[in-house]
């Protein structure tokens, strides 16, 4: 059935869509519903593409309000993998279905995630309707590179034999858990087969320091040397590349998701050089992390505090601008992130933005947005032509929240 959105504000205009078959069939001024389609009366709303999360891992809202208040590696090691050591297939599903829904709320329709059980996440990804790239975490620095091939080659299989919702990608998660010879085989096998990849780099000074002392080199060196740094690769954090490494990062066509709220959380003492990021022509993206460390998976919110944190470490209010930071979040300048947009022919997903929303209705939108408006603006949700929070409400919603708290329960948390 098609789907036509009516009285829509789009760049100061009222305008309609017209969805049939997941994609926009029609969108202008002259565009209104057909016989037979079902209608929605936007009502003034504005009509905006959607966020894309460039970095999570879902099902960690169980975590959420458990983590301590530690740094990373004490945090890793105290509070998260231990309880991941339990983690059965139904709690990441239960997880991820809490944390679609957050998304679907809060304005996002497509992330990127890394975590365990990946296909029980993919199920929470169909089930709720979202998009999502996803990867097992591969790691082998305590176990085996054998074993790390058999989980890739696994979660691969498991996550193609869903649809065109789920992008499979190979996730290794860092340089300092992931062998030399392993993430080899990784550049070999993404470039064979045109896979995505999701690394976190330079999250931590130390980070960078251990590499150099290991491999003489820093991290986004080091990738690119093993063949991992290419315009399939997205870098999670990037918050201690070096200029000559912004470089080469642009030079390859990479694209680096910032994670301001989760580094400053984790307080990793520095901030992503965006400033010098652009500059270099590097493709940008942002990201919540995990909800362990933010603890909310609501971008809009998280925007604010990124155009914030560029501004406050240039000393410079000019360091980015609101048009631009609205950009980096609904993927506009990082096509790897498969942002979608609001032309005919591409994926139906989009956002009405409540025309009673206090925060939205005087200023320039572009700076609403950024600096006004938290995820609660969303008033409807729509992917691939399907209504998929209507005014507010997401059909489940008790019930996934029930759910989640069940399986976080039973883990201790
Ligand atoms: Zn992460």
């Known amino acids: 059935m098609a789907l036509t959105v009516e009285n829509a504000l789009l760049d100061g205009e009222r305008v309609g869509v017209r969805c049939e078959d997941g994609v926009i069939a029609a969108i202008g001024t002259e565009v209104s519903a057909e016989a037979g389609d079902e209608r929605i009366d936007a009502g003034g709303a504005h009509l905006v593409p959607p966020l894309v999360n460039g970095h999570t891992h879902a099902a960690m809202t169980l975590f959420r309000g458990s983590g301590g208040d530690l740094p990373l590696m004490p945090w890793l090691e105290e509070k998260i993998w231990p309880v991941e050591a339990k983690l059965e297939e139904e709690d990441v599903y239960r997880g991820a279905r809490l944390a679609c829904a957050e998304m679907l709320r809060s304005g996002t329709t497509r992330f990127w995630d890394m975590y365990w059980h990946p296909a029980a996440t993919a199920r929470a990804v169909e089930d709720a309707g979202i998009r999502a790239t996803i990867g097992a975490p591969l790691f ?226 572009d700076a609403d947005l950024v600096y006004a408006a938290s995820g609660a603006a969303v008033a409807t949700t729509v992917v691939a032509g399907r209504v998929l929070m209507r005014e507010g409400e997401l059909p489940g919603l008790d019930e996934i929240v029930a759910r989640a708290a069940e399986r976080a329960g039973r883990l201790g948390l």
């Open 140 to 365: 082998d620095l305590n176990g085996s590179p054998k074993k790390l091939r058999e989980a890739a080659h696994r979660s691969l299989e498991e996550l193609e034999a869903f649809g065109s919702h789920v992008t499979p990608a190979l996730a290794p998660h860092a340089i300092y858990t992931v062998s030399e010879d392993s993430l080899r085989w990784i550049g070999e096998l993404s470039a064979e087969r045109g896979l995505p990849v999701q690394i976190h780099l330079s999250e931590t000074e130390k980070e960078v320091q251990d590499c150099i002392a290991e491999h003489g080199e820093r991290p986004a060196f080091y990738l690119d040397r093993l063949g991992v740094l290419t315009e399939r690769t997205a870098l999670a954090h990037g918050v201690w590349l070096d200029p000559d490494e912004l470089a080469l990062v642009a030079a390859r066509g990479a694209t680096v998701v910032s994670n301001p709220v989760a580094n400053m959380k984790l307080a990793v003492g520095g901030v992503f050089p965006y400033p010098a990021a652009r500059t270099a022509g590097v493709r940008v993206g942002l990201g919540t992390d995990g909800a362990g460390s933010n603890d909310s998976l609501d971008l809009l919110a998280d925007l604010k505090t990124f155009a914030l944190v560029q501004k406050h470490a240039a000393a410079d209010p000019t360091a980015i601008e609101a048009g631009e930071a609205w950009a980096v979040a609904t993927g506009a300048d990082a096509p790897l992130l498969g942002a979608t947009k609001l032309d005919p022919g591409a994926p139906a997903d989009f956002l009405l933005l409540s025309a009673r929303s206090p925060e939205l209705g005087i200023g320039d939108l």
